[in-house]
């Protein structure tokens, strides 16, 4: 024993090896083919938006870091998620300064005002998009259609915009690069404001228009197990929001399946794959105990097909993960987990 | 169907956590005597409770066995000398805790045979529960499965209750650790015998020996050594840590739960750990006392890992010259890697309640990620952990702002027996555990003068 020093360390003296940057590594890792898929389907305008929002994110936590006088944070990968993910939930030719505003909206308002990585109450990137949804309304509507001719080789014209201008007309455009059976059109608008449904089929694979990254709920589906067998995301999460959505709107189905959606459908267009699987199943978001997070993803199952059917918007997801965060904390003092040997309450 | 629930719900426990186990370096080596050391640092207090009172002088021989300090009340058991030799000092020496202990310190006989002379042989079966108490205090007994509380006290049975249930503990869920495995699988006779002793004095009318299911042959061995009319039982439970805590064991043998701030008694069960009942076993009815214990040494690059029988009082320092452990070894823990302490000072000896030897080369063992602290991302990870369903992450939260009380009025602080399966499954690496010790000490202080 010719030891210099002895390490000093209270116990346990073993760990799990598996610390917040993995997970988080890990959660990138599963967004990529997502992201692959966008670029495939919706060309290069895809490919620098999520670079743009990405970059956004990124700067702006650094940046927030510098103000605060701490060390960089941009290593744990939180905000590279957030970037990617943002991207996702937008319309693929959305403007790039605007995307750019969206990234630097929801890490300086979603994540740094409350102290960084741990302490937001909502989803860094939804309140991005919460932001620019408001602040651009048209533009965050503005539907371009899935696989249009030269994706590979021009953007979307309203991908250019330059800062502070507002985005061309892209009707003419859309009508001279769309294939045949691709319109610029959503299958949730579509169904609420034409009546017209979309093949089951498509729905699933993703031959869709919408978001940038909402559109294969396969895809989605997949990347999510990967995290799920991992042991990185919390699969009652998504499993209980699609509870919500079937459940809701299964009974509206019920009532007038002339006017509401079925089911299927629901579960299957839109956000709310992207949002189960990859938001709403945000850790700092979302409560802690089953019995939490159970009441969490039905509320926001039902909130997401409330607004969908209901409210002005044709999409609801994102709305509806946002007040499940704001419930989080109310839903953690409900659900304490019962002691083990509690006594029972003598009343 | 009801029955059917019931058989899903024995054996198991809800939450706990699945560590590496790293058994496989010492399960298969049998129990081998270590050298005596030429000088043994004997601490007065190895149990909870009362210290013991010297009752020896400095230069004094003492001869194995003999009694070197007495118990001091009820809550207090003797120490004996553990070889045969003169005391040569009693005064502080270093212990694993951190604060200085007294200890009597002895100068080991080389050419002595270390025949243990003391004894008072009865024959516990004609004995009253009274007289049995007083002959297990009489023993130096205390829990050999790491707590070392005083054995005489967990098998009295309190005015006013009574035992229908003697839970015997072979669970040894820490890691690394596999000397009570051993006990079980080469003293399978003891063990039965201390049981039969432990029915005798509780009054209990049947044992059940709970074993983890990664330790099936220490199960077929004590199956094997049963009489016929013995009411003991063995069954195996699923190997989890930590399935070794009284409360988690009762929960997967029996399905009921110890009340809240309550003892196993409270639900009329007492528990007793293997190795315990093994020496009482072999002490009780020859009248001598502890020792000696049985300590698993491993750890990494420790190539005569292995578990060893060992006298009361052999300093650290003297195990790992032994064993040939020269390596540059930067940490050394005595007990499991999940509620063990890691030492100050290699001159702290083996005592009662020690049951393992651990040492590390890197700090890196921890965990490949090292020791940076994250905020907590509220992943759920440690209350999905927590065995006594506790919320550690907001008992984090608490302790970060120092609201210690609000910690135990609202958030069962006390319920916690720091098994450390909070700061294992940890992804922030936050030291929650250690923050809820540090909790619990601050609270007893301010009750203490209040």
């Known amino acids: 024993m010719s030891k210099k020093h002895i390490v000093l360390h209270t116990a346990p003296h073993v760990k799990k090896p598996q610390d917040v940057p993995t997970i988080m590594r890990h959660v990138v890792y599963a967004l990529l083919p997502i992201v692959a898929f966008a670029v495939y389907q919706f060309g290069i305008s895809v490919l620098v938006l999520v670079i743009v929002t990405t970059l956004a994110c990124l700067g702006t936590e650094r940046f927030f870091n510098w103000m605060g006088n701490k060390p960089s944070s941009l290593s744990d990968w939180s905000s590279t998620i957030s970037g990617i993910l943002l991207a996702l939930t937008l319309p693929p030719g959305f403007p790039l300064w605007m995307a750019a505003v969206a990234g630097i909206a929801g890490i300086a308002i979603g994540k740094a005002v409350f102290g960084g990585i741990g302490y937001n109450v909502f989803n860094p990137a939804l309140v991005g998009r919460a932001f620019v949804q408001a602040a651009f309304p048209v533009a965050i509507t503005t539907w371009t259609p899935a696989f249009f001719t030269g994706r590979f080789s021009e953007f979307v014209p309203s991908s250019l915009t330059l800062p502070f201008m507002m985005p061309p007309e892209t009707a003419e455009w859309v009508k001279q690069v769309a294939v045949d059976g691709f319109t610029g059109a959503t299958p949730l608008s579509l169904h609420k404001f034409q009546h017209i449904s979309t093949a089951p089929f498509d729905l699933y694979t993703g031959m869709v228009a919408g978001s940038a990254g909402e559109t294969s709920a396969l895809l989605i589906l997949v990347c999510g197990m990967y995290l799920v067998i991992r042991k990185m995301m919390n699969w009652q999460i998504p499993a209980w929001i699609f509870v919500g959505v079937a459940v809701t709107s299964g009974v509206l189905y019920l009532i007038n399946p002339e006017k509401f959606a079925d089911p299927v459908f629901m579960l299957f267009s839109g956000g709310l794959m992207l949002g189960a699987m990859f938001m709403a199943s945000d850790m700092v978001g979302s409560p802690l105990t089953p019995k939490g997070v159970m009441i969490y993803g039905l509320l926001i199952g039902f909130l997401t097909v409330l607004i969908r059917q209901f409210g002005s918007l044709s999409e609801g997801i994102m709305y509806a993960i946002l007040l499940g965060n704001a419930a989080t904390p109310l839903i953690d003092t409900w659900t304490q987990p019962r002691l083990f040997g509690a006594r029972r309450k003598s009343a | ?450």
């Open chain 2, 1 to 450: 169907m009801l029955a059917l629930f019931e058989k899903f719900r024995k054996g198991r426990f809800s939450h706990g956590i699945h560590p590496r186990y790293h058994k496989d370096a010492t399960r298969g080596k049998a129990i081998q005597r270590l050298a005596f050391p030429p000088r043994l640092i004997v601490p007065v207090a190895q149990h909870i409770g009362a210290p013991a009172k010297p009752v020896v002088n400095v230069g004094q021989e003492v001869l194995r066995g003999q009694i070197i300090a007495e118990a001091d009340g009820f809550l207090s058991v003797p120490v004996h000398a553990p070889a045969t030799g003169v005391v040569s000092s009693i005064g502080l020496m270093p212990s694993a805790a951190g604060p200085k202990v007294l200890s009597i310190v002895i100068e080991v006989y080389k050419a002595s045979s270390q025949y243990v002379l003391y004894g008072n042989p009865v024959e516990p079966e004609t004995l009253d529960h009274d007289e049995l108490i007083q002959r297990v205090q009489a023993t130096g007994m205390a829990g050999l499965g790491g707590a070392a509380f005083p054995s005489h006290v967990k098998l009295r049975i309190p005015h006013g209750k009574t035992a229908h249930t003697l839970v015997v503990n072979g669970c040894e869920c820490e890691p690394y650790l596999t000397c009570d495995h051993r006990v079980m699988l080469e003293q399978p006779a003891d063990l039965l015998q201390g049981i039969r002793y432990a029915l005798h004095i509780t009054g209990a009318k049947r044992a059940i020996v709970g074993i983890e299911d990664n330790k099936a042959d220490a199960a077929e061995a004590i199956k094997a050594a049963l009489k016929p009319d013995d009411p003991i039982t063995v069954e195996l439970v699923e190997t989890k840590y930590p399935q070794g805590a009284e409360k988690m064991l009762l929960k997967s043998l029996l399905g009921v739960e110890v009340p809240e701030g309550g003892l196993p008694i409270d639900i009329g069960i007492v528990v007793n750990n293997v190795g315990t009942l093994a020496q009482l076993g072999k002490l009780l009815p020859k009248g001598e006392g502890l020792i000696e214990r049985v300590v698993t040494v491993t750890g990494t690059n420790v190539a005569k890992a292995g578990n060893y029988l060992m006298p009361i009082g052999t300093p650290v320092r003297f195990i790992l010259e032994q064993l040939g452990i020269t390596a540059d070894h930067e940490k050394v823990i005595l007990g499991g890697p999940m509620m063990g302490m890691s030492l100050p000072s290699l001159d702290v000896p083996i005592t009662k309640g020690t049951s393992g030897l651990l040492v590390f080369q890197e700090r890196t063992f921890i965990g490949e990620q090292g020791e940076t602290v994250f905020p907590c991302i509220k992943c759920s990870r440690c209350v999905d952990a927590c065995p006594m369903h506790l919320n550690p992450a907001q008992m984090g939260w608490l302790a970060g702002k120092r609201h210690y009380a609000e910690m135990e009025s609202d958030f069962h602080l006390n319920s916690c027996f720091e098994c450390g399966c909070c700061s294992f499954v940890c992804p922030s690496n936050i030291p929650l555990v250690q923050y809820f010790r540090i909790a619990k000490a601050v609270n007893r202080e301010q009750k203490g003068k209040a």
